[in-house]
């Protein structure tokens, strides 16, 4: 069992999970996403440790635990997956930090942003 970020993430990359993780198993793609791998954050399954720390620190409640994940995101599993099938691929994610090493500040989204990223996917969201 492990966490997985879904597709609620795409382009939003809040990175306030990767600042919580204590495993460091949260990952980015290398370079530009192509659309079967998209823009977003990935947990690597095998290293999640199921601690949960991710979920809550994340605004656009992109995070589920797999026996949780909607309907509308099984496909995302996988995704999440392929940061161990294809791990050239990706590199562990680091937070945002400006040049003297400052966290970068975050834009957080209103409710009203929340409630229409997660309609683009499913009304019963």
Not at 104 to 110: D, E, G, I, L, S
Request: hydrophobic letters at 35%; a negative charge; one cysteine or more.
């Amino acid at each position: 069992m492990a966490y997985v970020i879904t597709r609620l993430c795409v382009d939003c990359l809040d990175q306030g999970c990767v600042e919580v993780c204590p495993v460091e198993c949260i990952y980015e793609v290398k370079q530009a996403a192509p659309p079967e791998r998209p823009n977003m954050l990935y947990i690597h399954p095998t290293e999640c440790i199921n601690c949960g720390a991710c979920e809550p620190e994340c605004p656009w409640h992109a995070i589920f635990e797999d026996r949780e994940l909607p309907d509308v995101f099984a496909g995302d599993q996988a995704l999440n997956a392929q940061t161990e099938e294809q791990p050239k691929l990706f590199r562990v994610a680091s937070p945002h930090r400006d040049a003297e090493g400052r966290l970068q500040p975050k834009v957080r989204p209103t409710a009203d942003d929340v409630r229409l990223n997660r309609k683009r996917w499913d009304d019963k969201l």
